[in-house]
């Protein structure tokens, strides 16, 4: 199974992208899904996740970021508003198992004007 993400692109400050993550087969004993970015010269960070139904953000996107799933498109989002200059990144999703992780290959997000 792979992880298949898009919905990158360039977009001025203050505007919206949506980023989804598609899985090409089911992956059972999900325990953990998330979205992190890597900035250029910095390290890879998580910014928003669900792990047993809870959502979790980090600070700097609370209130912008939205993460969400659906089971039965094998897909999750992330809804991404009022985009900061500094929430240029490549964006990567993850699901986890008891067994093994799963990564994306990223997509690139650059806010600029």
């Known amino acids: 199974v792979q992880l298949q993400a898009c919905g990158g692109g360039l977009v001025q400050p203050g505007g919206s992208l949506n980023l989804s993550c598609a899985a090409s087969?089911?992956?059972?004993?999900?325990?953990?899904r998330g979205w992190y970015r890597q900035a250029p010269g910095k390290q890879r960070e998580l910014v928003a996740s669900?792990?047993?139904?809870?959502?979790n953000y980090v600070d700097f996107v609370k209130g912008r970021f939205t993460i969400s799933r659906d089971n039965a498109k094998n897909t999750m989002y992330l809804q991404m508003n009022s985009l900061k200059p500094e929430d240029t990144a490549v964006y990567y999703c993850?699901?986890?198992?008891?067994?093994?992780?799963?990564w994306g290959q990223g997509t690139l997000v650059t806010v600029s004007s």
């Open positions: 993850k699901i986890d198992t008891p067994w093994r992780e799963y």
């Open positions: 669900i792990t047993r139904g809870r959502t």
């Open positions: 087969g089911s992956i059972f004993s999900i325990n953990f």
